[in-house]
Every structure is written in C-alpha cells, then in structure tokens.
C-alpha cells in the first residue's frame, strides 16, 4: 500500500507563493504517475499538474505559467511552487499516485486514473 503525505499548506495573499510537498512511502516517484489535484468548496476535484516516469510533465490551462511541479526521485518527494496565486486557487490540495500501466485508461486529469491518494492540504488564497 502506497502511502502518500503532503506538506506547505496555508494561507497566502493574492499574488504570494506556496511551496507544497508530498513524500511516497516507497520510491513510486520513480516508476509511477505523480500528479496533484484539488478541490474547491461545492466543486470536482480537478488536474492541476501532473509528472509521468521520463519527467513528461502535464499542468491545467488555468495554471499553467505559474504552477510549477517537480520530483526529487532521491527523496520520493512530489513538489508543487505555486506563484502568482489567486484566490481562485483556494482549495484543498490532494498529491496521488497511479501505476503507469493504467494510463490508456483516461488522461493525466482523469481522478480514477489514480489509486493512491494523500489526505489533502489546506490552501487558502485571500485577496
């Protein structure tokens, strides 16, 4: 069982930065999927990045410029730098994780594609 904790929640400013982070319980950064969700109040989780084994990297339209994600494959370690936050960014920030095999299933954004998922932090932007 793969085991997923995240980090460096909080609250900001509009325009302040955030530096998340989420340590695997195994060395999955290596061979498996790596991606961050959130979730809004009365909304879907959604895609904001993900990180396929070859550092193939995938981010969301509506963070894409400002989000940046990256893996430390020497420490398991899956990083989000948020910059130039907005309130709308206010959500709580899921990290997961999913066995590459498993996406011809649907795409990087696609929740079920994942099967092993973090408890979330909190990160709230104020304008």
């Known amino acids: 069982q793969v085991q997923l904790v995240e980090s460096g929640g909080g609250s900001v400013q509009a325009g302040g930065s955030l530096n998340l982070s989420c340590i695997a319980s195994?060395?999955?950064?290596?061979?498996?999927?790596m991606a961050w969700f959130r979730q809004a109040p009365g909304k879907e989780r959604e895609g904001v990045a993900a990180?396929?084994?070859?550092?193939?990297?995938h981010y969301a339209k509506s963070v894409k410029g400002r989000f940046t994600a990256s893996l430390d494959s020497t420490k398991s370690t899956l990083y989000l730098q948020m910059d130039s936050l907005k309130d709308e960014d206010t959500a709580i920030y899921y990290c997961?994780?999913?066995?590459?095999?498993?996406?011809?299933?649907?795409?990087?954004?696609?929740?079920?594609?994942?099967?092993?998922w973090g408890q979330g932090t909190q990160v709230t932007v104020s304008t």
């Open positions: 997961a994780a999913a066995e590459p095999e498993r996406a011809v299933l649907g795409g990087w954004a696609w929740v079920p594609l994942y099967k092993y």
């Open positions: 990180i396929f084994p070859g550092e193939i990297t």
């Open positions: 195994e060395s999955t950064s290596r061979n498996y999927i």
